[in-house]
């Protein structure tokens, strides 16, 4: 058996009354790491340990979507400003110049086009990800080191999830004892 390596990041989104899905939770690795196990790993980790947001609790699953990205195509660019938006995901490097302490950061390429910022903007932002408080100015973006990479990823939705487990099974998947379908307990046994 063949394994496949890859950097990868697993996102976790909370759609609630038709809303657009939010953020609640995105971990990865830009290391190369096995394929599955690294999915499994960090689907939990994201799910449950990302720092920014409490764990996943069982009564959100029905709401959750889940984003698998595999990066590929690694390529340092000429520039801050050598990539385009919605196309590439950014590793920033730099010098802190107040503190002469080492920084980075990255987004994926979707974060960017999701958010409609700028290549400036998204710089800046990458900037302040990387807990810089200083001043951002055209100097220091020029002195960043920038990595540019794609992304191939797939999303699945938990009624999407239920409705594979169900034809695989023949039941739908259940969550503390319960089945979930369409977002509700099937079975309401308190």
Not at 127 to 140: D, F, H, P, Q, T
Not at 142 to 156: A, E, F, G, H, I
């Amino acid at each position: 058996m063949s394994f496949i390596f890859s950097p990868l990041f697993v996102t976790w989104k909370k759609t609630t009354d038709g809303s657009e899905p939010r953020l609640r939770g995105c971990v990865g690795t830009l290391e190369a790491c096995q394929i599955i196990s690294g999915f499994r790993e960090y689907a939990l980790t994201s799910a449950l340990r990302d720092r920014r947001f409490p764990p996943i609790q069982a009564e959100e699953i029905p709401y959750l979507e889940c984003t698998v990205s595999v990066l590929t195509n690694y390529e340092a660019a000429l520039n801050h400003l050598d990539w385009e938006v919605g196309k590439h995901g950014l590793i920033i490097e730099f010098t802190d110049p107040d503190h002469n302490t080492r920084r980075h950061a990255t987004y994926l390429p979707s974060v960017p086009a999701r958010k409609g910022w700028t290549k400036i903007e998204t710089i800046d932002s990458l900037m302040r990800k990387a807990s810089y408080n200083g001043v951002i100015n055209e100097s220091l973006r020029k002195k960043l080191r920038v990595t540019r990479y794609q992304s191939t990823l797939y999303t699945m939705h938990y009624t999407d999830y239920a409705s594979y487990i169900i034809s695989i099974r023949g039941t739908a998947p259940t969550i503390n004892g319960s089945p979930i379908i369409d977002g509700f307990k099937a079975n309401f046994n308190h």
